[in-house]
């Protein structure tokens, strides 16, 4: 049985360094998480609010938190204390009450918008056109308390890996064509599909199973 330690180390052989990786804890327990930080993991990924607050209160204070899930506004004050990249940013509003939390705790934080590139209509984010309309809106002048740092993508649940190619590729040309200095990250690619989002330009990977192994329920 390979343990988390070696899936991790192994996978952090495979990506080049600078490509960040996210190791996806959701619905693990914090002994695994533990585990792997005391392999060198340092940048953890959860989908829901609460579990995050509550395994960052008993986790080491070094730990980068990212939240990746779909979010609710409602819940963005418990995490803004802390959290250090939120990726599933898929409304205007969302980056408002982003702002307002972030103000009421002195921060900066940093935000992926999330682009819709999949061909299932339930995955959440903006078109390619909304993306454009977003980033040229003057009110994001105001927003000083938010950082736009870049975009964030989920291809199709697919075996399909031509399809899976085109979408990484289309979120890679909106990228080339957004990017700046601030907006420098593209995080894209899961356990079945890290690999090929890196040669698509990813710079941040959201890996959980291919580390923690199966989760037991699907999230
Ligand atoms: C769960 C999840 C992942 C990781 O999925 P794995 O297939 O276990 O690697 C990545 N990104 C998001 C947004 C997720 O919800």
């Given at each position: 049985m390979p343990t988390i330690t070696s899936r991790l180390l192994s996978i952090q052989e495979t990506i080049p360094k600078e490509v960040c990786l996210v190791?996806?804890?959701?619905?693990?327990p914090v002994e695994s998480i533990l585990e792997a930080y005391h392999a060198g993991q340092r940048v953890f990924g959860e989908n829901k609010v609460q579990e995050m607050v509550e395994k960052q209160a008993v986790l080491p204070k070094d730990i980068s938190w990212h939240m990746i899930g779909h979010l609710q506004?409602?819940?963005v004050k418990y995490m803004a204390p802390f959290?250090?990249?939120?990726?599933?940013v898929d409304s205007l509003k969302t980056l408002q009450e982003i702002q307002k939390q972030a103000k009421k705790n002195n921060r900066v934080i940093d935000c992926l918008l999330q682009v819709?590139?999949?061909?299932?209509?339930?995955k959440f984010g903006f078109s390619f056109e909304e993306i454009h309309e977003l980033l040229a809106n003057?009110?994001?002048?105001?927003?000083?308390?938010?950082?736009?740092?870049g975009l964030m993508g989920m291809a199709t649940f697919t075996d399909d890996t031509t399809q899976i190619s085109k979408e990484f590729s289309a979120l890679q040309q909106l990228f080339e064509a957004v990017k700046s200095k601030t907006l420098h990250i593209i995080s894209m690619g899961m356990s079945s599909d890290y690999p090929l989002a890196i040669t698509h330009g990813s710079t941040m990977v959201r890996v959980g199973s291919a580390i923690f192994g199966k989760r037991n329920y699907k999230q």
């Open positions: 190791a996806v804890s959701k619905t693990k506004r409602n819940k959290v250090s990249l939120i990726h599933g819709h590139i999949a061909s299932e209509a339930h003057p009110i994001l002048q105001e927003l000083d308390c938010v950082r736009i740092t």
